[in-house]
């Protein structure tokens, strides 16, 4: 038995053979599904943009709006879904709408295409998404900033070259990674001004001869702007994804130092980081095992995210401009990279304050040759030339003589530089934490307060529903 085409929005035109369809649709309808609520919410902002032109009577955008608010409410409740008949979301909603607004239903998809449609869904989507991002990656930071106040007197050795090369801190070391998460965070606002723009009325990428207004319905969506020229929407598909993928990417090479450091420093030939039971997993053949397979599987997931940035990248190099069928491949790498993205920075943030500290095996990796830029600097501040005393210091070690031992004390005493191992600074980069944390909040509640609006539900009820 031959089974039915799914339905289609345009549907009048002559079918194709149902394995090319079939081919076309691929798995469209399970990525299509996390966006399902948000082109509802689209689609409210694009009516309203439609009633200002004048191309909706009062009494039709009425209509509209109620359905597509009594759809919203199906959607969160699982009653609207993308089923086998659906071609995609847009499909699934406009029957759904249709079916309970006959005559006005009729009217929803004036002056749009499913690609200007399909880029207004996309953007809600990363804004949601970006902004839970931003606020749990500002969680790891605060909590790699407690961690290094807890440890801001345990000296371990500093490396380079994966050699033990001059003291350092476990307060420095979280301190470093904290505040290179919020550089992290700090770069992602080019990439959210971009995203921050409303590419609704640019239809299929040249625009239509209707009087729309393009702005309304970008201020209705809680847009900062427009995407200007029409054809720049569909010759930026790949482009936003590939920017957002390449933040989440960063993201992700902070985080894979971070846990190579902790599988590092965790293992018995170091001792210096202890993890706890619950953070471990243990061997199904040596009982002594106890293994960091949480990390380890931190550093694959940013590789991961590699992957994901290099297919946007190759899906959209060398296309000419215009819409492509292509661009429905972005949508894989670009939702699954930002689940990667969240799971990894969600889980580093439950590690981080469970790990353990041992303070004795610090102590004892800090001692000998790490120490010896410490003579050189205190015979310059002696009065001995830099060269002279690096060389005395040299021809010592060749030679096998003890160099005297600094106390711990007098170690951090002689670093009160900015920045350094006795001057963390810690409450300027909470300073900045609390700011990064204002700007997160203030852009939540534009979006919630603009989201929430088009529902008709106050911000809190439609959160808990999302």
């Given at each position: 038995m031959r089974r039915r085409a799914p339905e289609t929005l345009w549907a009048a035109a002559a079918g194709p053979d149902p394995r090319v369809l079939a081919y076309t649709v691929g798995d469209d309808r399970v990525w299509d599904a996390r966006l399902l609520r948000w082109d509802v919410l689209g689609?409210?902002?694009?009516?309203?943009?439609?009633?200002a032109a004048g191309l909706l009577s009062e009494g039709e955008h009425r209509r509209l709006r109620a359905a597509l608010r009594a759809a919203l409410h199906a959607a969160d409740?699982?009653?609207?879904?993308?089923?086998?008949?659906?071609e995609d979301v847009h499909t699934a909603v406009e029957s759904w709408i249709t079916r309970r607004a006959p005559g006005a239903g009729e009217r929803l998809h004036t002056g749009r295409s499913r690609n200007d449609q399909v880029a207004c869904d996309l953007r809600l989507y990363l804004k949601d998404r970006l902004l839970a991002l931003e606020a749990e990656t500002l969680d790891l930071a605060e909590a790699l900033l407690r961690f290094a106040g807890r440890h801001r007197s345990v000296l371990w050795p500093g490396?380079?070259?994966?050699?033990?090369?001059?003291?350092?801190?476990?307060?420095?070391?979280?301190?470093?990674?904290?505040?290179?998460?919020?550089?992290?965070?700090?770069a992602l606002e080019p990439v959210w001004r971009a995203v921050d723009r409303s590419p609704l009325g640019s239809a299929a990428g040249y625009g239509v001869p209707l009087p729309l207004r393009r702005e309304v319905a970008a201020r209705a969506l809680g847009f900062g702007g427009l995407d200007h020229a029409v054809t720049a929407v569909q010759a930026g598909r790949g482009k936003l994804e590939a920017a957002v993928l390449f933040w989440c990417t960063q993201l992700g090479h902070d985080l894979a130092k971070l846990a190579q450091d902790v599988v590092l420093f965790a293992g018995e030939e170091f001792g210096y980081l202890v993890l706890r039971p619950d953070l471990t997993t243990g061997s199904s053949i040596m009982p002594h095992k106890r293994n960091p397979d949480l990390f380890e599987l931190a550093r694959a997931r940013a590789a991961a995210l590699e992957g994901d940035l290099v297919?946007?990248?190759?899906?959209?190099?060398?296309?000419?401009?215009?819409y492509h069928r292509d661009f429905q491949l972005l949508k894989e790498p670009l939702l699954r990279g930002l689940d990667r993205a969240r799971e990894l920075v969600g889980m580093l943030a439950l590690a981080i304050p469970r790990l353990g500290v041992d303070r004795a095996r610090c102590a004892a990796a800090l001692a000998g040759e790490a120490l010896s830029t410490d003579e050189v600097m205190r015979r310059v501040e002696a009065g001995r030339p830099f060269r002279l005393a690096y060389r005395e210091v040299a021809a010592s070690l060749r030679a096998g003589e003890p160099l005297p031992q600094?106390?711990?004390?007098?170690?951090?005493?002689?670093?009160?530089?900015?920045?350094?191992?006795g001057n963390l600074g810690l409450p300027m980069v909470r300073a900045r934490l609390r700011r990064l944390r204002g700007r997160n909040a203030r852009e939540r509640r534009r979006f919630d307060r603009a989201m929430a609006r088009l529902a008709g539900r106050t911000p809190a009820r439609l959160r808990r529903t999302r």
């Open positions: 689609s409210l902002g694009h009516v309203e943009g439609l009633r409740r699982g009653r609207l879904a993308i089923g086998p008949g659906h490396y380079t070259h994966q050699r033990r090369a001059m003291p350092s801190s476990v307060g420095l070391w979280a301190l470093g990674f904290a505040e290179g998460l919020l550089d992290t965070v700090e297919t946007v990248l190759q899906i959209k190099a060398k296309l000419p401009s215009g600094p106390s711990p004390a007098r170690i951090v005493a002689r670093r009160r530089a900015t920045g350094g191992l």
